[in-house]
């Protein structure tokens, strides 16, 4: 489970601001996205 950067509340995937503070929460996909083939 994820949480919150901004006061450490747990958020469900995919919010998009967190339901204790309100906080943004912006998701850093921390894999990169896979290279273009040519």
């Not at 901004?6 to 958020?11: K, M, Y």
């Amino acid at each position: 489970m994820r949480t919150c950067d901004n006061c450490g509340a747990e958020v469900s995937p995919g919010d998009g601001f967190c339901g204790n503070c309100g906080a943004f929460l912006a998701w850093n996909d921390p894999t990169p996205p896979p290279a273009p083939t040519p």
